[in-house]
């Protein structure tokens, strides 16, 4: 049987909102729902750039991977050989030691930076005092062979990139809305690759990540400068009188602007695919890192445990497969197994990735688990000395964050009737099993952490 080709797509802080119920266009992305199992509970587990995209490309938990926050400059100080671990597999290592011709084009964001020569050679110091861009060296490709990227670079009207031989120094720049510009390396990856050899490319769109005001000349701006805010902003967990809900209304027309834009680069890529006849071999997933708040919970960002934050968009284009919805709760870690089960390769998933392979389920041919969860992690930074902790169920979430100076605080949700979590339950009983959950699953993880004797105390059956 052909191997399938994989064409995985991931636009950078695009939240699960913008097809549901953003006042955003998306035609192109609403023509491939309408063709794709759509994961209603798709996650991240660590709604932030670098931890998601280290789990997604390995399967394994922050602690194993060695990618607890985002690589700069200064995390590194904090913690000393931040980094995604040497010889770890990966998706693309796995699929391409079965044939693949693999490839990366756009944003990484796993690669440590290396002092002083990222800051020579890639995008420099910015106004924040770190450093965030680095060169990945040759033998930290982690099974992509073909690569058109960079680390970390947020200047999307100016994008530079290494190509595949390319030492730190020999930078490509480009003068192009980057999003538009990865998609024409993508279209060309497409059309020069042999068609006796499938295909497994990860096309990393950084927009409709910030800075908001960089977009593409053609962008449809004015159509959402002349929407009022409480149109703009529809969800009923955004204060709009309130200096953030009004910083949150200047910002959404320019990122929804940058959304429709984004899916215009998806119907071209779309396109592509009908036009070289690969569309009825080639599965697609169009999915992000994370979310972004945009006003709801009073805050604009990401990196929290709120459904703004953590809920990605995530259809999968399967051929065979008819469209429709599923619930199940697909996790970081399960998209390395996952991706490596769709293409047919199940039992070559390494033993050492920690997600679940959920093509079955996927298929049609494996029920949804009632009982799965996913784990929530947030460690301390400069910016915020507290971590915290969660499990995301069918019916509950709940998350305890612990303070700089170790107390601890906990919220329940019920996930049910509660849309936009603005009402959290005081139920011990549940709590308690909730808590012994929490600590059985960081358990299973390999992730210690200091929170964990509260939990214990919490997990405790209350007594009448």
């Known amino acids: 049987m052909k191997q399938p080709n994989i064409l995985f797509i991931l636009s950078d802080q695009f939240r699960a909102m913008c097809l549901e119920d953003d006042p955003v266009r998306t035609p192109h992305l609403d023509a491939m729902a309408a063709q794709s199992v759509n994961l209603t509970q798709a996650v991240s587990s660590y709604p932030v750039c670098s931890p998601h995209r280290a789990m997604l490309l390995t399967g394994q938990h922050p602690s194993r991977n060695g990618v607890p926050m985002n690589l700069n400059s200064a995390n590194q100080a904090i913690i000393p050989g931040l980094g995604l671990r040497d010889g770890l597999p990966t998706w693309a290592s796995v699929l391409h030691d079965q044939g693949y011709r693999t490839g990366l084009i756009g944003k990484l964001h796993t690669e440590p930076v290396r002092l002083p020569e990222d ?91 910030q800075p908001f005001d960089e977009l593409p000349p053609d962008a449809p701006l004015a159509h959402y400068e002349a929407m009022s805010p409480r149109k703009l902003l529809v969800r009923g967990n955004v204060d709009h009188d309130s200096e953030t809900g009004r910083e949150a209304a200047r910002i959404a027309p320019m990122y929804y602007a940058a959304v429709e834009s984004i899916d215009a680069q998806l119907g071209r890529m779309l396109e592509t695919l009908d036009r070289l006849d690969l569309t009825d071999d080639t599965i697609v997933i169009f999915t992000a890192d994370h979310g972004q708040q945009m006003g709801s919970h009073g805050l604009l960002y990401k990196n929290v445990p709120w459904d703004e934050s953590m809920r990605l968009p995530c259809l999968m284009r399967i051929p065979g497969r008819s469209g429709g919805t599923t619930p199940a709760i697909f996790t970081s870690v399960d998209i390395a197994p996952t991706l490596i089960g769709l293409a047919g390769h199940g039992d070559a998933i390494p033993s050492d990735m920690q997600g679940r392979d959920l093509s079955r389920v996927l298929s049609g041919d494996q029920d949804v688990d009632d009982d799965e969860a996913s784990l929530y992690f947030r460690w301390p930074v400069d910016s915020d000395p507290t971590s915290a902790r969660g499990l995301l169920t069918h019916h509950w979430k709940y998350v305890v964050t612990r303070e700089a100076d170790g107390t601890c605080s906990s919220i329940l949700l019920c996930r049910e009737g509660d849309p936009y979590e603005l009402n959290p339950i005081d139920n011990p009983e549940v709590e308690a099993a909730l808590a012994r959950r929490l600590v059985q699953e960081l358990s299973d993880a390999d992730e210690d952490w200091e929170g964990t004797e509260w939990l214990l105390s919490k997990s405790e059956k209350p007594t009448n």
């Open 119 to 209: 800051e020579i050679h890639g995008e420099g110091r910015r106004e924040d005092g770190k450093v965030w861009d680095a060169w990945s060296p040759h033998d930290r490709r982690f099974g992509f062979e073909f690569w058109y990227s960079y680390g970390c670079c947020d200047r999307h009207l100016t994008p530079h990139y290494w190509e595949t031989d390319a030492p730190r120094e020999q930078r490509t720049n480009v003068n192009q809305w980057s999003a538009e510009h990865e998609t024409d390396v993508a279209i060309d990856f497409l059309e020069n690759t042999p068609e006796d050899r499938p295909f497994a490319l990860f096309l990393s769109w950084n927009p409709p990540h």
